[in-house]
């Protein structure tokens, strides 16, 4: 089944201790990407990537750092997280513009 | 640059009610647009594309018309079922960053039986 898979769905966690969220994606899709949804703002791109070694800022990348090994892997990383990068976070994935993307089932991260 | 605006929700409707959900944009060029759907504890969705002006989208009895002489692409629905209660995000997407979707606030609807 084509999906892309995040891990974990819930995080509960604590000011400045590092964490991980990963991505993986199964259908050799060059793009994939990482966006946060917040009540009223919709969903907002944080990194993006159009293949492997090749990744960008979107809108919000502060606090972010991603990297892309393989083309199926997108993990996000937060170094020091802060309370407002409680968010839902939400991974894609998709062919070229202007492919459709393909979304994970989301991150719901809490940091207190 | 680029922006989506759509009705805040929630809307509220009964069964086989009709259901527009309006959404104008703001955007360089000529982008694709999207509607998402998002239902409870899962990921957003495709639910309909066009990818230019006066094509109109249609999946699962939805609809949508790109317009560009209004940079309009209202949702609509003849008749709702309470499976349709969910939440409904317009989008558009241009040939950079990634194949970057930018998306509008979202619209929450619940259909009551």
């Known amino acids: 089944e084509a999906q892309v898979t995040q891990n974990p769905r819930y995080l509960i966690t604590v000011t400045g201790k590092k964490l991980t969220v990963t991505c993986s994606q199964n259908m050799n899709h060059e793009y994939m990407s990482w966006y946060r949804q917040d009540p009223g703002l919709g969903l907002r791109q944080i990194y993006y990537?159009?293949?492997?070694?090749?990744?960008d800022k979107g809108d919000v990348p502060e606090g972010y750092k991603v990297s892309r090994k393989e083309k199926r892997n997108f993990p996000l990383i937060l170094e020091s997280p802060s309370p407002n990068q409680t968010s839902l976070y939400f991974c894609?994935?998709?062919?070229?513009?202007?492919?459709?993307?393909?979304f994970g089932n989301g991150t719901r991260l809490t940091v207190t | 640059g680029d922006s989506v605006t759509q009705m805040e929700g929630p809307v509220t409707l009964s069964e086989e009610a009709f259901l527009t959900i309006n959404c104008t944009y703001t955007?360089?060029?000529?982008?694709?647009l999207f509607w998402y759907v998002q239902y409870p504890g899962e990921g957003l969705q495709l639910l309909l594309k066009a990818t230019k002006a006066d094509d109109k989208g249609s999946n699962k009895g939805f609809e949508a018309t790109y317009r560009k002489e209004t940079t309009s692409f209202h949702l609509e629905k003849g008749s709702v079922q309470v499976s349709d209660s969910a939440v409904y995000f317009c989008a558009l997407n241009q040939k950079a960053a990634g194949n970057k979707l930018t998306f509008g606030g979202g619209t929450r609807v619940l259909v009551k039986p």
């Open positions: 894609a994935s998709s062919l070229p513009h202007p492919s459709p993307l393909h």
């Open positions: 955007a360089t060029g000529y982008p694709s």
């Open positions: 990537s159009m293949n492997v070694e090749v990744t």
